[in-house]
T-cell receptor, first 114, second 112 residues
Framework: AQSVSQHNHHVILSEAASLELGCNYS??????LFWYVQYPGQHLQLLLK??????LVKGIKGFEAEFIKSKFSFNLRKPSVQWSDTAEYFC????????????FGTGTRLKVLA | DSGVTQTPKHLITATGQRVTLRCSPR?????VYWYQQSLDQGLQFLIQ???????AKGNILERFSAQQFPDLHSELNLSSLELGDSALYFC???????????FGPGTRLLVL
């Protein structure tokens, strides 16, 4: 069955530290991949997405993610986090054909200390 | 502003009652999704509609039902409410089922 795993549930970093959040999925076919962010008290919004092409994708606010097909991974990175990056981050996967079931991971809560 | 609207913003009701949450998708979007978010369960996918038809079902209870109308707005009906149904209910929309989802501001439901 299709699934998405986010290994870190809670991450605490100091400002200027580097960030990497893991995301692995299980699905045999072609997928679209997404990272969403939910700032405190707000709704989810898109951070970046990968549909095809260059596996290194750049998103808003200095975030990037790399799709490694052989590892079924789509890890999110940021070289230097800021206090304003404190939020919950969700990885999501959508098959490009078939049942179109859109699956979200369980989320990673990031707290950045000033 | 994502273009997805949800009403009401807040809802307080009692156990055993029934409520209806409403969602209007972004203009032109055919897919609508409903999610429940609570502190202990996280973000849970409930149900998806595409152009009026149910496309996928997640962890939706039998006490809950939804539909998408010809004008593409959607309603989520929650009945026989329990304390544990207190949560944020998000609606999202997308053009096709594989594309980016745009989330509404949510409806915060409190069951007393």
């Amino acid at each position: 069955a299709q699934s998405v795993s986010q290994h870190n549930h809670h991450v605490i970093l100091s400002e200027a530290a580097s960030l990497e959040l893991g995301c692995n999925y299980s699905y045999g076919g072609t997928v679209n991949l997404f990272w969403y962010v939910q700032y405190p008290g707000q709704h989810l919004q898109l951070l970046l997405k990968y549909f095809s092409g260059d596996p290194l994708v750049k998103g808003i606010k200095g975030f990037e993610a790399e799709f490694i097909k052989s590892k079924f991974s789509f890890n999110l990175r940021k070289p230097s986090v800021q206090w304003s990056d404190t939020a919950e981050y969700f990885c999501a996967v959508s098959p490009t054909s078939g049942t179109y079931k859109y699956i979200f991971g369980t989320g990673t809560r990031l707290k950045v200390l000033a | 502003d994502s273009g997805v609207t949800q009403t009401p913003k807040h809802l307080i009701t009692a156990t055993g009652q029934r409520v209806t949450l409403r969602c209007s998708p972004r203009s032109g979007d055919l897919s609508v999704y409903w999610y429940q978010q609570s502190l202990d369960q996280g973000l849970q996918f409930l149900i998806q509609y595409y152009n009026g038809e149910e496309r996928a079902k997640g962890n939706i209870l039998e006490r809950f039902s939804a539909q998408q109308f010809p004008d593409l707005h959607s309603e989520l009906n929650l009945s026989s409410l329990e304390l544990g149904d207190s949560a944020l209910y998000f609606c999202a929309s997308s053009g096709t089922p594989q594309e980016t989802q745009y989330f509404g501001p949510g409806t915060r439901l409190l069951v007393l």
